[in-house]
């Protein structure tokens, strides 16, 4: 008989333990209602010394009820299925940059060795410098294209460009100031 009345006693605490929210529901919800009541009926001093108890009931109340559905998604595993879609998503962003930063890179190297092999050559640059794409119109300091002879904003000539960089030189000039490129027929308008 008595492993019975254990037996009764372990599947109460048993009870009680899967079902906590409920016995601190059933403690907090006659608490406050009490507490609600003596407010009413106490007058406004009263009132207003027991509006904190009310108020720490009424959170009490929602905490228990917040705590009790957290629990609940942990059990059904919620929290790890948001944890593993996040990670997954994580990798792919990681994925996705690191496969352009590795392109990013192929491509930086390749400049770079083009570059190396046209300095040691002598040859200097093959494509357009910055100095060319930032040749300007010397009337309305717009850009023009290297090699233009007028500008395509005002119209007005642009005078001798530097095949080689595009900068503006004077008409008389044998060769370029900023690269050194020879002029032998230098472009006037």
Known sequence: MTHKKRGARGAFALFMLRHWWVWLLL??????????????????????????????????IAAVLVVRRLIQLWNQGHFRRVLQ??????????KDKVVAAKGALTSLGLEVKESLV????????????????????????????????????????????CPRCGRPVRPQARFCEACG?????????
């Open 27 to 60: 403690f907090l919800l006659p608490l406050t209602a009490l507490t609600a009541y003596q407010m009413w009926r106490g007058g406004m001093f009263i009132a207003l010394s027991l509006l904190s108890q009310l108020f720490t009931n009424l959170v009490l």
């Open 85 to 94: 879609e996040s990670l997954t998503q994580g990798q792919v962003v990681v």
């Open 118 to 161: 046209d300095l040691v050559d002598g040859d200097g640059p093959r494509k357009v410098t910055p100095a060319a794409a930032a040749a300007c119109c010397p009337s309305c300091s717009k850009p023009v294209k290297p090699g233009a002879r007028f500008c395509e904003s005002c119209g007005k000539p642009i005078g001798c460009l």
């Open 181 to 189: 490129t020879a002029l032998s027929t230098p472009k006037s308008t």
